[in-house]
């Protein structure tokens, strides 16, 4: 190369730094990121981070079910995530959920490591993955192993009741409205007891606040067990960490002392 | 540059282009996604009768010639049909269920090998290590022994296992898995498999008992060994077209064909046109089988949808099997204090 060259080379270097600091100063905030068909792109590691799990409604610590665990296990306070601050129940349902909230260190169906269903799969405190592609959203979840797959515009209703529901999305501008059905009656949405039947629709609005966050909204519709729909919102968070990988969190054999330990050999069924 | 160094440079840009433009050939068939990659994305499956081994009267024989296949379909259906055509009781416990039931499908994979073991070529899994052969030999005595008393329950071998908790039963029973996650081998039913790909990751969706494949196309290293999953901890890469899977980090009670916790699994992904995946797999555990060895099989893309297969939430069987060791405990002891007052 010779001295021209050199000079040549320096002033497009020169260039190249003045574009991309000035690109620097004129974008302070990233634009929301996109797949390449123009959706907004929700692909990656989520997790909210509230104590909805604990209740929907706004509570103060409280003792937990396991008194040798102490602060362990013990309920931390929270905000109400619902909307209004309270859940329509029709009379019949609010004094099942009262039932409910009596028995909830054994009735609760994520002791037994049930898959959690929806909404509560995505506030439950641990991370769920979203895997994004352009017909087919795929949400897989740590705890249970829980999946639900959401297809676009599809016409076909669920044919069975199942545990994670029905999930039909569509886009309407940024967000990912995604209409959930085909429930069982067997989930509840948080620890406090709070239940529905298996008319339960939800409906689901993810819509992104930048690059690592989602605004999370779920409407819940159930004449059987609630007067009017009711919402939700909360943000959800991207893990940010280097490795950050959802990772398995198998728990059915954390459950199967309480589902069978009574017919455990040497306990008292046999006497 | 010399006129000897230009033709050599002629024929090697020659002998590049002709491959380039056959690659191009048998490139253009297949689905790609935006990325260039390969599209693997779609719901597949990979039900089949083709036999994991080589049978004894198959021996030597890599391929079947086309009507062989058929014959051998043709051959398969009427076992089943004459198994279904055996009654009672312990038929109906023994056989587990009638074939109504079996989704093997009626259909050898499409490459018409006849075994999905493909290397070593006789088509068997090599022997075990001696090591390996004393552990489970140990494992199975420990077994054995407990059920020379009453408390036992049958198991799908058709052998009695112990049952004095549900961490006795094997995997299956206990909804954790039914061995095939990693790899995907064929089995009972719900031999369906849906995969969604982005350009950094692939999740695979198994629908037998829900189980997922997550895996990362982030160039990161494996977990710690410490970290053990039942589905193992996967990396993938693209290899030109074929998506290469490497996993590690099994959970020990997650052991196939043999396997230990040592098992690292190479999974080989090649889209072939619009219906077939070729896909093989090979197992490197080499505290375990004398050497490596590959399987292959064909996956088909399936018209239906995935559905959930809830598992454990309804798993009355395990309730079942246990209650009735307790039972014949009960029955022994009923018999025994009977005796003992005569």
């Given amino acids: 190369m010779t001295d021209c060259g050199y000079a040549r080379t320096g002033t497009i270097a020169a260039v190249l730094v003045w574009t991309a600091l000035a690109g620097l100063a004129q974008t302070p905030t990233p634009a929301l990121k996109r797949t390449v068909d123009g959706k907004s792109d929700l692909n990656g590691v989520w997790q909210a981070m509230n104590t909805a799990n604990w209740d929907l409604l706004a509570h103060g610590s409280a003792p937990g079910g396991v008194s040798s665990l102490g602060a362990i296990i013990a309920v931390p306070p929270g905000e109400s995530i619902v909307e209004g601050g309270a859940i329509p129940y029709v009379p019949a349902a609010a004094a099942k959920k009262q039932e409910n909230f009596a028995h909830r260190w054994t009735d609760d169906p994520e002791i037994k490591c049930f898959m959690p269903g929806v909404p509560r799969a995505n506030y439950m405190p641990y991370p769920f993955q979203i895997v994004q592609s352009a017909n087919t959203i795929l949400f897989t979840y740590s705890f249970a192993g829980a999946v639900r797959t959401v297809r676009m515009g599809i016409k076909e209703q669920s044919p069975v009741d199942s545990w994670m529901g029905w999930s039909v999305g569509r886009w309407e501008g940024n967000t990912l409205v995604v209409d959930v059905t085909g429930f069982n009656d067997q989930t509840w949405f948080d620890r406090a007891g709070d239940f529905h039947s298996d008319k339960l629709h939800v409906v689901e609005r993810y819509t992104p606040r930048g690059r690592d966050a989602i605004d999370y909204e779920a409407t819940m519709e159930d004449p059987e067990v609630f007067s009017r729909p009711w919402k939700i919102s909360m943000p959800l968070y991207r893990h940010l960490e280097k490795n950050a990988h959802l990772l398995e969190f198998q728990c059915i054999e954390y459950s199967e002392e309480v589902l069978y330990g009574h017919l455990r050999h040497g306990k008292g069924e046999t006497k | ?342």
């Fill in chain 2, 1 to 342: 540059m010399t006129a000897r160094w230009k033709s050599v440079f002629i024929v090697l840009a020659a002998t590049a282009m002709t491959a380039a433009a056959q690659n191009a050939a048998a490139q253009s068939k297949i689905p790609r996604a935006a990325d260039g990659h390969p599209d693997l994305s779609g719901i597949w499956t990979n039900a089949s009768i083709t036999p994991f081994e080589r049978p004894s009267d198959l021996a030597g024989k890599e391929f079947f010639t086309e009507q062989e296949a058929a014959a051998y379909e043709r051959s398969h259906q009427r076992n089943l049909d004459q198994r279904d055509g055996i009654k009672g009781t312990n038929a109906d416990v023994t056989l587990a269920y009638n074939d109504a039931w079996w989704d093997r499908g009626t259909r050898l994979f499409t490459s018409r090998r006849t075994s999905v073991v493909i290397d070593p070529p006789d088509g068997h899994i090599p022997p075990l290590t001696e090591n390996r052969k004393r552990q489970l030999a140990a494992i199975a005595e420990t077994r054995r022994k407990r059920c020379e008393q009453p408390g036992c329950g049958l198991e799908n071998n058709g052998q009695l296992g112990p049952a004095d908790g549900p961490e006795d039963r094997p995997v299956m029973e206990r909804c954790l898995s039914f061995g095939n996650v990693a790899p995907m081998v064929s089995t009972a039913y719900n031999n369906n498999y849906e995969i969604v790909q982005t350009q950094d990751f692939i999740g695979i969706d198994v629908e037998m008992v829900h189980q997922m494949r997550r895996i990362p196309l982030d160039g990161s290293p494996h977990m710690a060994s410490s970290a053990r999953f039942w589905a193992g901890d996967s990396r993938g890469r693209w290899e030109g077209d074929t998506l290469v899977i490497d996993t590690t980090n099994f959970r020990p009670e997650a052991a196939f064909r043999g396997s230990d916790e040592n098992l690292h699994l190479i999974e080989r992904l090649i889209r072939l046109d619009d219906d077939n995946m070729r896909y093989q797999f090979t197992v490197d555990d080499p505290t375990a089988f004398a050497k490596r060895w590959t399987g292959e099989l064909i996956f088909v893309k399936s018209k239906g949808l995935l559905f959930e297969y809830a598992c454990h939430e309804g798993n009355e069987g395990m309730s079942g099997i246990l209650a009735g060791a307790r039972a014949d405990e009960r029955k022994a002891a009923a018999v025994s204090a009977k005796s003992a007052t005569r």
